[in-house]
C-alpha cells in the first residue's frame, strides 16, 4: 500500500468550483499530460492563475475549497488536468460526488473533506499532509484527515483499474 505524505503551497478556491472551469470542454479532447496541465483552472478567476505563466505546471500542491468542489460535468478531465498540472491534495467543505470519486478512481488527488473556517487569506501558505498519522496541516492548524473507508485500497492501488488489474480481474 502506498503511503501519502504532501507538502507544499495552498492554492485558494471559493465555492462551486465547476469541472467545466477546471478544465473546459472546448479543449477537448487532450491526450498528454504536459497540453492538459496547461488548461488547469484556465478559466477560474482566482487570485492569481493556478498554472504558471509559461504554462509548465503549478507552484500550488494543495487546493483548499468551500462547499460542492467539482460540481458540474463528469468530465474525467477536470481531475486530470488539475494532476497533471502538479495538485496532490484538495481539502473542500465538501465534494461533488462524481468529483470525488474520479479523483479515487484516478488515484490521482487526494480529495479530503473537511469543514474548515479558511478564506483566501490562506493562499500561498504551506499544508502539510501525513496520511500514515492521519493528520493535516494548513497555515499552521492541524486536523484529522477522515478515513476513506474502503475507498482506500483503489487509492492506493494507483486507481480503479490498476486496482482491478493487481486483482488479476483485468489484463494490463
Known sequence: M???????LVYSCGDYVNTDVMAPGRYDPIYRDE?????????????????RSDGNGS???FIVAGRDFGCGSSRETAPMALAAAGLKV????????????NCINL?????I???????????????????????????GQEFDVPSFGPLQEIFSAGGLSSYVRQRGALRP
Open 113 to 139: 473533506q473537511l469543514d474548515h473556517n479558511f478564506d483566501e487569506s490562506v493562499h500561498r501558505h504551506y499544508a502539510k499532509l501525513e496520511m500514515t498519522d492521519a493528520k493535516i496541516t494548513i497555515n
Open 2 to 8: 502506498k503511503e501519502f505524505n504532501v507538502e507544499g
Open 59 to 61: 507552484d500550488f500542491t
Open 35 to 51: 497540453d492538459l496541465a496547461k488548461i488547469a483552472l484556465i478559466d477560474y478567476l482566482g487570485i492569481e492563475p493556478f498554472v
Open 107 to 111: 488515484g490521482s488527488i487526494i480529495p
Open 90 to 101: 484538495v481539502v473542500a467543505r465538501s465534494f461533488a460526488r462524481i468529483f470525488f470519486r
